[in-house]
């Protein structure tokens, strides 16, 4: 599809598609203002949904809007535009994090991608033991390289010292009165908000604690949350970046989305295994090996092949989009 006028309907469609990404606790940190003049949409931080105990420095919220900027690159490109991204681009303004302008006209050329922003969504439930084909494997590593990232494939070994650092960074989560208020606090059934995960979406735990899947602070109510059998040998992956500054952050949003529609469009489940990355110590020791030019971990993910699992809500384009006075949208 092609579209030469940003009407409003178009406008409204290109903002879905950004807060479609996937965001950590889905607070969808972000909010988008355009500036008509030079038909630029910006992506500014809404750090009053920020997590003041789980992501102190900002990390989380940034790889969740490098998430929001490859989803509207994607949609701007589909309705025919060129997509010029700057990350970062005024000094002066801090909270914003990026901005898409609408180039010239250019041929739609991600109609999968298109797709697959509309059907990705992260599934906690097991997955079966079939491993990913190497053709799959080369897509996604390849998906991460196009955003300056790099995506790695651990060998056994190597998989089972991560889910440990990840199991031991969500025993501490557990044991940290604020970060499992923060976590329960964004658990909710549905309303007028568009934020946060229904009771529903967040899955069981593994019946053998071998799969160490976060329960945003369920441990703490009256029968917690189900347990099921998870795959014995689960497909995890590592993504880096060669730096670990803001706007290596927001490229390994980007990276990570871009992975995670290649993943969707190839018919792959995925799941996000967070938590050592909250605590700087942990993370340190997820990285690659030492003098690696990727050494810096920015993602684990868990990929498979299952069901889909539940989705989580958004909130509509009109409450993300706001007017010059950042006031949201009538």
Known sequence: MTSTTLDAATLEKLVSAAVAAPSVHNTQPWCFRLDPDTV????????????????????ALHVSVGCAVLNLRVAVAHFGWEPVTRLLPRPGAPGLLAAVRF?????????????????????RLPFSERPLPADVRVELSEAARAEGAWLTFPP??????LLLLTREGEHRNNSSADRATESRRW???????????????LGPQDFQERMPMRDFGAHLHPGGLPAQTFERHPTILMLSTAHDRRTDW???????????????????????????????????????????????AQMVIRMGYGPTGPSTPRRSARQTLTGGDGSALP
């Open 40 to 59: 630029t949409l910006e992506i500014h931080a809404a750090a009053e949904r920020g997590l003041r105990h789980i992501d102190p420095s900002g990390r």
């Open 103 to 123: 180039g010239g006209g250019t041929r739609p050329s991600t109609p999968r991608l298109y797709d697959a922003v509309w059907r990705r969504h992260s599934s």
């Open 156 to 161: 056994p070994v190597e998989n089972q010292r």
């Open 187 to 201: 658990v909710r059934e549905s309303d007028r908000s568009g934020l946060g995960m229904s009771a529903r979406a």
């Open 250 to 296: 927001l490229r390994a949003g980007q990276a990570l989305e871009r992975v995670l529609l290649v993943a969707t469009a190839r018919g792959v489940r995925t799941s996000l295994l967070h938590q050592a990355l909250e605590w700087p110590d942990l993370c340190e020791q997820l990285a690659p090996s030492p003098g690696s030019r990727h050494g810096h």
